[in-house]
């Protein structure tokens, strides 16, 4: 059974930065496609960014130019570095990865931006 297990999310003020990281266990071959998702309060879970095990990546365009999506293919991990946020990024950041026709989600990742 495939485990994520999210880290990184907390406060910050309008302009600053954070990184989001996920790590993927209980996988024996190598994980074709993981992203982030978002899910802000009265709205539907949102695509942030993607990225497939040859690095090929795609973003919600209100994240491009300021959010990059990374993995490391060795480790299973996929991280996220959030720079220029704004108060409307505040929401859940859920981690998913697509592994052997199934999808998997993390528990969820408060990022709360505000002054």
């Known amino acids: 059974q495939v485990q994520l297990v999210e880290s990184g999310g907390g406060l910050v003020q309008p302009g600053g930065s954070l990184r989001l990281s996920c790590a993927a266990s209980?996988?024996?071959?190598?994980?074709?496609?993981m992203g982030w998702y978002r899910q802000a309060p009265g709205k539907q879970r949102e695509l942030v960014a993607t990225i497939t095990s040859g690095g090929n990546t795609n973003y919600a365009d209100s994240v491009k130019g300021r959010f990059t999506i990374s993995r490391d293919n060795a480790n299973n991990t996929v991280s996220l570095q959030m720079n220029s946020l704004k108060p409307e990024d505040t929401a859940v950041y859920y981690c998913?990865?697509?592994?052997?026709?199934?999808?998997?989600w993390g528990q969820g990742t408060q990022v709360s931006v505000s002054s």
């Open positions: 998913y990865v697509h592994y052997l026709l199934k999808g998997y």
């Open positions: 209980g996988t024996s071959f190598s994980i074709y496609f």
